[in-house]
């Protein structure tokens, strides 16, 4: 009888941890999921205010009021996405909770390019000023769309340029932080192919692929690392800037 009920005790005991097991593992996943659609959000978000605050350089020069009320909206819609993702925690379990921001990142960023479309119009009315709108295209586009190892979205504080030497061949990439100090530690690192035609293919070289948009579900797209051994030629953060060529 004894060792009935100790057993049926080791019983409950395994039963209950693998529960908890599975309970832990159910959790990590959807906490993984949600950190990966905030850093998401949080690299658009990025991306608008460079291209508002790029925006703002362009006001002095623009003489339509109704331009110059478009870009009031945008300021608004800033003010409101900056409020509700406030609102947000950092890390969470329940990617629903993200719902409310999403739409209107996607708002901002399309009422940003009519914006800019419309101060480009009013602009381009006086050649003179034609450096002005160069200057936008420069401030606005990132210096790369994603790290040259895993891909992860350009984003200017955790981005650093280097150069570094594979196959025999020298290169400048920009990297983000947790790929540089792997490289830097170990000298090899993992890099993101996607294999195109039963061919590996680096992902820059990948046509329709977009980091912002899809690295958070890189599963989908069939992705291949492979080694690589890399040579330091400069310490990333010495004479290489982030964003500076």
Known sequence: MTFLI???????????????GHNL??????????RRRYIQLI???????????SLANLVPHVTHAKTLDDYESCLRLMESLLSALNRLPNFGFDVQH???????????????EETYKRFKSNIEERPFLSHFLKNWQQET?????GCYF???????????????????????????????????SRRKIKVLYFIENGQPVHWSLVDGYRPIEQYWDLNRRRPSYQTQEAEWLQEPGRGDETGKD
Not at 25 to 34: D, G, I, P, V
């Open 6 to 20: 100790v057993a049926l005790a080791c019983v409950t005991l395994g039963l209950g941890l693998w529960v908890r």
């Open 43 to 53: 690299a658009h978000i990025e991306l608008a205010v460079i291209k508002l605050n």
């Open 25 to 34: 593992q159910h959790h990590a996943q959807k906490a993984n999921s949600y």
């Open 150 to 184: 895993c891909s992860r979205p350009f984003m200017r504080a955790y981005f650093k340029k280097t150069t570094i030497k594979v196959d025999g061949i020298s290169v400048k990439v920009y990297g983000c932080h947790i790929c540089l100090a792997e490289l830097k």
């Open 98 to 112: 993200l719902g409310e921001a999403s739409p209107m990142v996607q708002r901002l960023e399309d009422k940003i």
């Open 141 to 145: 586009t990132p210096p790369a769309t």
